[in-house]
């Protein structure tokens, strides 16, 4: 029963520290497009009021041309940061560790006489854990230091093996 505690308590920070990183991936999704967008409206209306404004035909194409590199310029750092892929790979992960935090919590409170066979049960749930660990996205350096800030003051919940390097390392003596 221990096991699947402890297991419950990694999935659950798992879960937030996805959830945490899609929020920050959202967030700079959204300001990079709202950048993009502010200033494509800018340049072309820079654009037409010049055009209106009877500006020689050689500033109008070079304040259409600022225009075009910015979006392009804007477009390909989008396209290279690739915040939205991202987003959508950590609420995958998050909703995934949701998944197994569930089923074991669901567990916990079961009466034992309702229970799966322990020994079956943490297996399955390891080999899910192990599998999810290893096949979900990176969360940043400043997510994990955050965590672990978070956990510093909760010594009695287990935490994750990512975040065994963050803090001091107890040795027996």
């Not at 502010?38 to 500006?55: F, R």
């Not at 935090?101 to 854990?129: A, G, H, M, N, W």
């Amino acid at each position: 029963m221990y096991c699947r505690k402890i297991l419950c308590e990694k999935c659950a920070i798992y879960r937030w520290m996805h959830s945490e990183t899609a929020h920050v991936n959202r967030r700079n999704n959204n300001i990079m497009m709202a950048i993009s967008g502010v200033s494509s409206l800018t340049l072309g209306m820079l654009t037409l009021i010049s055009s209106a404004l009877d500006w020689e035909e050689k500033k109008l194409i070079f304040i259409s041309g600022i225009g075009h590199l910015w979006g392009t310029t804007l477009t390909g750092i989008a396209n290279y940061v690739n915040f939205q892929e991202k987003m959508e790979s950590h609420e995958t992960a998050c909703m995934q560790f949701d998944s197994i935090y569930r089923e074991i919590k669901t567990q916990l409170i079961l009466p034992v006489s309702d229970r799966k066979d322990p020994s079956i049960c943490v297996r399955d749930f390891l080999e899910k854990y192990d599998m999810l660990v290893k096949g979900t996205p990176r969360i940043p350096r400043f997510l994990l230091e955050r965590t672990w800030n978070k956990l510093k003051q909760h010594p009695d919940i287990s935490k994750p093996s990512v975040l065994d390097g963050l803090g001091n390392i107890d040795m027996f003596s």
